[in-house]
């Protein structure tokens, strides 16, 4: 079947073979509110202390380089989004851009960031509200936060809608406190005073040194490419989504920067957090307390498990979700994934299986002293991985397909995305390097499995005979 022209239109999914069964309900304001509670705009909050630990103080630097290399791929999103506006993000990409295998293994490998992210995402919220109320274990706030967002999630995209724009506010709120408050602690002698040294410091500049941070950082950037995931529950012209995710990104990237920059010039310890990183996940807090006190250090606390396991999770399973279910109306995940509530519209199994492997992989990392940075690193290794089938994809559909001459945007924009992406994967941890491509290895098996029992890999619209 040929490809539908771009259009201004909202797509008709028949076009490409899938019935229309998700609510189409979500504005542009609602994907760029999703987009950045997906990214959380205090998600330094959580992992600060290992990016300034892994980036040698330059925290503000590694946000710096992970944000520019984020916008080289969400303007590649944006390309992709205009050609095939439906769910399954990279995966539908790969696979209709490039080749359905490809498509395949490219959604196998972001599945170990969506699948983990919002394990990790819970396991931080814990942390942090144990943190908080020490009496409560880490373990029972896990499982708490993974039925409240999978009660919301349950009752429709709508309902999800409308708990982001409510956090978002408040998130905001408690970011401006800790600006304000911060900003002021300096200006009066606290800590080490205005420097430059979060952004470049030549004591402890290296190459290979700040992209290993940018491999943690860039975890706050992953939300923007979630916006993809909810193609087909958008009511706008399919541009607008590529819109919301370079907006999303963008102003989410200015907040990370200023606050990482403020952090970084309050920390109590920086030789010992240079040394030893930061097991606890507690150094923007207590880089918090030197700014304000213990008020200020239980607020940023609080707001981050707020905001990272309830506010993040949820959309990151609602991503998750909507990622599943499009592999599984493609046959290449479990059928029983593609089921719809036909209630609230959304895939409910896939939802469902989604809290119960949060559930299972948070407690287990809860056990273990390194379970927030493995899991970081896991996650990033995933997604950094699947962005770059994503930028060969624009490459090959719209220029060695299509014959575009528009090279700035279909070329050198996905070239310069892609061999930023590959220089971060290869400096990656060498534990999530191992892991991943244990991973990696996985999903080749299974497609040659595929292979073997007649069920190569095919998209709906693409081939003759094939069924949505």
């Not at 943190?131 to 373990?139: A, I, K, N, Q, T």
């Not at 030549?202 to 706050?220: E, K, N, P, R, Y």
């Amino acid at each position: 079947m040929a490809q539908p022209p771009d259009g201004p239109s909202t797509p008709d999914l028949e076009q490409y073979g899938y019935r229309q069964e998700l609510s189409r309900s979500l504005t542009f304001t609602d994907l760029l509110i999703y987009g950045l509670i997906f990214m959380v705009p205090i998600a330094p909050f959580g992992i600060f202390g290992s990016v300034y630990s892994g980036s040698g103080g330059m925290v503000a630097l590694a946000y710096v380089i992970g944000m520019v290399a984020m916008v080289f791929t969400a303007l590649s999103y944006a390309q992709m989004v205009k050609a095939f506006p439906m769910a399954g993000s990279v995966y539908s990409y790969a696979g209709r851009g490039i080749a359905p295998p490809v498509g395949f293994l490219a959604g196998w490998v972001i599945l170990l960031d969506y699948v983990l992210v919002p394990g990790l995402l819970y396991l931080v919220a814990s942390v942090a509200m144990h943190s908080l109320v020490p009496g409560v274990p880490v373990w029972l706030w896990l499982v708490a936060f993974v039925l409240l967002n999978t009660v919301v999630n349950y009752f429709g995209i709508q309902m999800t809608a409308r708990v982001n724009k409510i956090m978002l506010i408040a998130e905001l709120i408690v970011l401006a406190i800790f600006l304000a408050i911060g900003i002021g602690a300096l200006a009066s002698g606290k800590g080490a005073g205005f420097s430059f040294s979060p952004l470049f410091n030549a004591d402890t500049f290296s190459w290979s040194v700040v992209f290993g941070a940018v491999s943690i950082a860039v975890l706050s950037f992953l939300g923007f490419d979630g916006i993809s995931m909810l193609a087909e529950e958008s009511r706008e012209d399919a541009r607008q989504i590529g819109r919301a995710m370079v907006g999303a990104l963008l102003l989410a990237g200015v907040l990370f920067i200023v606050q990482t920059w403020v952090a970084a010039l309050l920390v109590p310890d920086a030789p010992g957090l240079l040394a030893n990183g930061d097991p606890e996940g507690t150094s923007f807090y207590d880089a918090a307390r030197v700014a304000g006190g213990g008020w200020l250090a239980n607020l940023t606390a609080l707001a981050t498990a707020i905001a990272w396991g309830f506010a993040n999770s949820l959309v990151a399973q609602a991503a998750t979700s909507r990622l599943l279910y499009a592999m599984a109306r493609d046959r290449q995940m479990p059928r029983f994934l593609a089921r719809i509530n036909e209630r609230h519209k959304v895939p409910a199994n896939a939802t469902l299986l989604v809290a119960a492997v949060s559930l299972v992989l948070g407690l287990y990392m809860a056990s273990r002293d390194d379970g927030i940075s493995l899991l970081s690193t896991l996650v990033n290794f995933g997604a950094m991985t699947a962005f770059l089938a994503l930028h060969v994809a624009v490459v090959v559909h719209y220029v060695v397909r299509q014959g575009s001459r528009d090279w700035l945007r279909h070329l050198i924009g996905p070239v310069i995305g892609f061999l930023i992406l590959l220089y971060v994967v290869i400096n990656a941890d060498i534990a999530a390097q191992t892991l991943g491509f244990i991973w990696l290895g996985i999903g080749v098996i299974i497609l040659i499995t595929f292979y073997l029992t007649g069920r190569r890999p095919v998209l709906a619209g693409l081939a003759e005979g094939s069924k949505p």
